[in-house]
């Protein structure tokens, strides 16, 4: 085993590479979406409150486990000299392992998107559900399926970049691909941003955004943001206590956590600012909000009707394809650095072969999208067992049994056995005081697990979506 662990070249590429992997598919993606659906700003205020009281919390307690145990996610707890909580890294690694077969699959969607904007824009214009049903191995007109090979090379092409970072390691591969990547998804941001809100009709848009519906203000809207901001976050899994553990003592974890967490924030909601607006003006309020393929159907509509559209879709699929490719990396990292320090494997044929794997099960995947009738099975206390398609018993075990339990096992860990203290002195090790020390105790022993536990209820007993 090295017995030199790979630490960040510099402070910023640590920041970068934290924010890379929190901003993603569900920040430009999903965010937008769920804002328009619970009420604009009711939810955009609950957001703002749940990140600060949750999130942050959250974030500081894996990245300081992370840098404590300095340690992959399995072995940290142990580490740390809590054996009883390997069941949380192991469920962090897994679920990591999960989600990365099919968020490298989206990956791969957008890719195409990205090449289908540059070379074939009418043809996604003329029948947007058709071609993205087409994409995934289905023909509408002809009521047949196929075997989607363009879109499963595309994902194959994008797992294949993933794993040439990885290999790269962690500071001329990792740091040095995020340092491009985030400075280019910022600009490339604001310039969607000036152009969607520049559109005539944009307005109302902006105004619902702005709009304080109290209607909205549910516990489910509630329920949404928090599973939203967990996700959104990279929290409950394995990443924030591996990069945790890549840090050097002499940094700052509180202050790192909070320019993470408000990177992470002010891109989601400059992506609602960009995507709700957008639509409005040239859709109408209906267009908003249509379920999982939003991205890629309902979008098509607003590129068509924009000056420049297709050119300004290139640049929204190229965002998203950063934005996806950041995270996935850090997925990949939390993934093959456990086996490399357990195993003592290498890290050239390690991530060759755990991508090799990913992909092909993320290929399940894809295919159970449309192309396939592939089930999985699934099981909670309002439906009882159900058989819905494999991709989303997939979604459905990561998002509302795997993250929640992996953060409240972050969460119970260092609130109630390790004790907020030795978090609280991880954290000042770089010689500043935490001033926030006392909040900081509150909130994660009792605050942060408390919604943890409302979330896995409420999936589980009402069979509720909330992701
Ligand atoms: N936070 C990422 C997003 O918003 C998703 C992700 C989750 C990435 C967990 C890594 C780990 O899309």
């Not at 409005?280 to 309020?285: D, H, K, Y």
């Not at 590129?303 to 850090?330: D, I, K, N, Q, R």
């Not at 192309?371 to 990561?398: H, Q, R, S, Y």
């Amino acid at each position: 085993m090295d017995d030199k662990r790979a630490q960040w070249g510099s402070k910023f590429g640590f920041i970068l590479a934290a924010a890379g992997s929190a901003v993603g598919l569900g920040n430009i993606w999903k965010f937008p979406g769920k804002a328009f659906e619970g009420g604009g700003g009711a939810f955009l205020l609950m957001y703002l409150l749940i990140v600060p009281l949750i999130g942050m919390p959250a974030m500081l307690s894996e990245l300081s486990i992370g840098r404590a145990s300095q340690s992959n996610v399995v072995d940290a707890f142990g580490k740390l000299g809590h054996k009883g909580y390997g069941w949380t890294g192991w469920m962090g690694w897994a679920v990591a392992f999960i989600i990365t077969c099919y968020y490298s699959h989206v990956g791969g969607w957008v890719l195409r998107y990205v090449f289908s904007y540059a070379i074939e824009s009418q043809k996604v214009y003329a029948d947007p559900l058709g071609y993205f049903y087409g994409m995934l191995g289905y023909d509408p007109a002809a009521e047949a399926t196929f075997m989607p090979w363009l879109v499963l090379l595309f994902a194959l092409i994008f797992m294949a970049i993933c794993a040439f970072v990885i290999i790269k390691g962690v500071e001329d591969g990792i740091e040095r691909f995020n340092k491009v990547g985030m400075p280019a998804l910022f600009l490339i941001l604001i310039v969607l941003f000036v152009r969607a809100a520049t559109l005539p009709g944009a307005m109302e848009g902006l105004r619902y955004m702005l709009s304080l519906d109290m209607a909205k203000v549910t516990p489910q809207t509630f329920l949404i943001a928090l599973s939203q901001a967990f996700y959104s976050l990279s929290l409950g899994m394995s990443i924030m206590v591996t990069y945790g553990s890549y840090l050097p003592k002499s940094e700052d974890i509180a202050k790192n956590t909070f320019l993470v967490c408000t990177m992470d924030t002010l891109v989601a909601v400059i992506a609602g600012f960009i995507v709700v607006p957008a639509v409005f003006a040239t859709l109408g309020p209906d267009g908003v909000g249509k379920g999982g393929g939003f991205a890629f159907v309902s979008l098509a509509g607003v590129f068509e009707h924009m000056p420049g559209g297709a050119f300004f879709g290139f640049l929204f699929y190229l965002l998203l394809l950063f934005a996806a490719l950041t995270s996935s990396v850090s997925l990949i990292e939390g993934i093959v650095a456990f086996l490399i320090e357990r195993k003592g494997w290498k890290r050239t044929p390690t991530t060759l072969v755990t991508c090799g794997v990913m992909f092909l099960i993320g290929c399940l995947y894809t295919c159970s999208q449309a192309a396939f009738p592939l089930k999985g099975i699934w099981f909670d206390f309002a439906n009882g067992v159900t058989f819905p398609p494999l991709c989303d018993a997939m979604e459905f075990l990561t998002d509302r049994i795997m993250i929640p339990l992996g953060a409240l096992g972050c969460c119970v860990f260092v609130g109630w056995s390790w004790k907020p203290e030795s978090a609280i002195a991880e954290v000042e090790r770089c010689g500043v005081r935490f001033r926030l020390a006392k909040a900081f105790g509150f909130l994660i022993k009792f605050v942060a697990p408390a919604a943890v536990i409302l979330i896995l209820c409420v999936s589980l007993f009402t069979g509720t979506t909330l992701s």
